[in-house]
């Protein structure tokens, strides 16, 4: 007797995008105290100017602003229902920026055009690139990205030829003006780090001391959170059917892990300027404890006297210490089995206090 | 040597209540950011009125006002420890309204009158029927239920014969006041819905697109979050000496899941108006993943040319989709052990803007 | 190609340390609702003044103060990457008091002072006994500690001999000053409790009612909110090639577990006024049920007449209930293997309203 209704949201195919295209993501979202609790609680991060009122102030904030991947996922999570609910697989992610601080009460949202598009040639799914950007409630920037999806087609068979690929850079330029208070007087009793700029230099290796072991609660709990509705990170009875077995994990949930471990080591460096680029190497399942290692890229002179930026290189690995791990990639170039992330990306840390 | 305390609360049974008496339950309790954040990580709620100050504002609140069934565990959790600890099964509930909106800083609270009991034939145990009220700190009314509890005999031979049973509205009566605001210039690019009013039509069956899968810590946080205390949610080792052989999940944690799942396709209808009844089917357990399907059952007008009301059936299944699902009974009018929970109530829908 | 980096922070060892040290824990930490609320999740507390902000005002506060517990672990958790990072365990705790409440919005952070050196005779290890206090923003002390941690030598083989062991009291002496408000007109209706000082007695014993049953992601996310870095509670990998085999628990939480169950009977006895001692008899892992029961050890009177307090003595059981449970000990004077948790503190209670 029923009627079968039509307004269920499946989100949308190849072919439902085109050049140009802007979509409004729905569902902008006011940060809370609530937000920062769980993102401590989740990835066990320690970065003191997120975790500190007094010290945000004594370096020139009103308050603690918000960790830089906890203001990504809020904001981010809400392009999956129009851009990747389909999607095959994420395949990157290039010139992500975070051009001003997001506090607790600010209300956050995303916007995003389509900027590349290519069939692929089996006719049964393309690759979607966009631009995405997050704004705050005063219309400030807060978040910038570019990032490619491959997406199931609506009709496997007919075939439209588009190919139209746009170019990334290989790392976000550095800019003349970053957006942080002047840094003086770092104290490293509060920050729990003795090391600054010029302490690191290119090719320096950190394996950082701790390990995480997520469960499912965990990651589920994240991806909830962001209000990311994937339905690869929540629905067990689903993936028991794949060749997965089992929920796959939000591959973001898994650089702030990353991120929190890097910690030891790198205490100082309390902001990303950048990620410039990613790579989910291989699946992270519940159950897997999450090691990392950071390579130092390259230091970064800036013409303000008070900081510098390091490139980083953070790896993930499952289930195996970073100190006993030398390369990522094994003797066909492809990923080894251990790696769940490759993280190329750029942060700023202040200089020593003269 | 020690002696054994009498001061430990093992809960009313069922000739400790009695017609007209009024409990004040206690622990009333302050609602803050962290249990909203709370809310959406244990159900991935995504309706955006609960989730951004903004949009809240736009409507005509203050500021987001709470999901009506956060403020229903929050509230309803602290008659547990008083009505229901000593329950055999919570055996139904009507004429679920909720009368005014609430916000993080209000403080609730609820008190209850007995309004029935029927003694059971066995001798072992009765039916206590409560009429509960929940306030917030002004007073007014933030809650109003009435529900059905089969409570264990503290003596099991002595017969009392007690048998008033009250009768319950079938469904809510629509008020000629309803506490929302004038709706206008609602702007779906935010709501992430398409569909008002007058899009929907009775005998209209949504099959919603997402399943989620619960495991045990999410459960028991939420019920712990809602110091809601009935032991058959949180203790492990005494339920293994059940026929259920491992803690039950709460069933309003299945009423969220349930009611976030029908986001999909019914974006706009943000307010619960009430519940009309609702049936525990089958008890849910960790691993289950929840999928649900809403039918239609009436398009109510009002007298408010901004608004209408949607009466509707949610059926929760475990691990079974809805779009393959058809009846809920079986050939002997019994629930299929699929069907986790049979839920009908009104929800408030915008009418499309002239 | 790369410089294996020397920045790690692998923690202390025994030789590290000397008597007089004083170290300031990094990562003061602003607390907030969202930390509120997990506690009240992750436990299940319900000891009303700590949820309620009109109770607490009705009390005398400004507003409802952290559960001592919830700031306990959240100042101590810094003090783990300097003093306990290599520790091979926990041996004790004594003269633990809450000089001042805290609440929301309150920055608290942590400084030790070395008070205690003694070397193992096997030189593999020996004991560092320190005093630790927390301050909050305004520098007055909210946290006063002694404990003692065996830990690990960095050069097993070279012996010095040290053994400087101080004393501690038995008990927390109990000041002229309680930095409580003045207690009238005690609500037992909000309380949940019926009970007050003159209604206990040493030697009474608390059978406690609930049991409640913790997960891994339960007892990782609360450490991890702490921001307490000790690998045995996150690393699983790494875990599984001790003879333990999987996660420990952290043994605050054991401690958060049964101070939440002991509500049932003790409900108006909500300031936890001292920790005289405490023992973490055996391990506990996720899936582990804890139940509890208190012994009242000593009624302790006061000069205020609004109030007195109880010398406990809580023993947390795991998969075992209170009420079979006879002595801590066996034949052989050790903790039997149901144990994890045997502590002695001080609670103050307000006494009956004249």
Redesign the interface.
């Known amino acids: ?5 039509t ?4 989100g949308n195919f190849f072919e439902d995008f085109e050049i140009g295209q802007k979509i ?1 993501h ?5 940060i ?7 993102y ?7 970065f ?1 100017l997120n ?5 945000a102030q004594e370096m020139g904030y009103t308050k ?1 602003p918000l960790d830089d991947l906890l203001m990504f996922h809020l904001t981010f999570g809400k392009s999956v ?1 129009d851009i990747s609910l389909n999607a095959i697989a994420n395949l990157g992610y290039a010139e992500v920026s975070f051009p001003n601080p997001v506090f607790v ?1 600010d ?1 956050v ?1 995303l916007e995003t055009e389509i900027i590349g598009l290519k069939e692929n040639s089996n006719g049964k799914s393309g690759v979607v690139y966009v631009h995405s950007i997050g704004y705050n ?1 005063d219309e400030n920037e807060v978040l910038n990205l570019k990032r490619w999806v491959m997406v199931h087609k609506r009709n496997k068979g007919e075939m439209s030829g588009i190919n139209i690929v746009p170019t990334f850079a290989k790392t976000q330029a550095i800019k003349e003006e970053i957006n942080i208070p002047v840094l003086k007087d770092i104290n ?6 003795n ?1 600054f700029f010029e ?1 690191y ?1 290119a ?11 997520i ?4 990651h ?6 962001y ?1 990311n ?1 994937a ?1 690869v990170h ?5 993936m028991k059917s794949t060749p997965m077995g089992q ?1 796959l994990m939000y591959g973001g949930h898994v650089i702030s892990i990353a991120r929190s471990i890097s910690f ?4 100082n460096a309390q902001w990303i300027y950048s990620i410039n680029s990613g790579a989910h190497a291989n699946p992270t399942y519940a ?1 897997d ?1 999450i090691y990392a290692y950071t ?1 130092v890229v390259e230091t970064i002179e800036h013409k303000r006297e008070d900081l510098g930026l390091l490139r980083l290189r953070t790896v993930a690995l499952k ?1 195996h210490r970073p100190e006993t791990f030398d390369t990522t990639f094994d003797e066909n170039g492809k990923y080894k089995k251990e790696v769940v992330l490759d993280l190329d990306y750029t942060v700023v840390i202040p200089k020593k206090q003269k």
């Open positions: 007797m029923s009627k079968i209704s307004k269920i949201n499946f409004v729905p569902l902008p979202r006011t809370s105290d609530g937000d920062v609790s769980f401590i609680a989740l990835t066990g991060s320690r003191s975790s500190s009122d007094i010290l603690k229902q009460g209300t949202r409630q490293t009793d509060v920050t729990g780090g090391y302490d230099e090719g320096e290796r950190l394996n950082h001391a701790e390990g995480i072991t469960d499912d609660s965990d589920t709990l994240a991806t909830k959170l209000q509705n339905k929540f629905d067990d009875f689903m929920r030891n080591g790198l205490q159950g404890t390579e289930n």
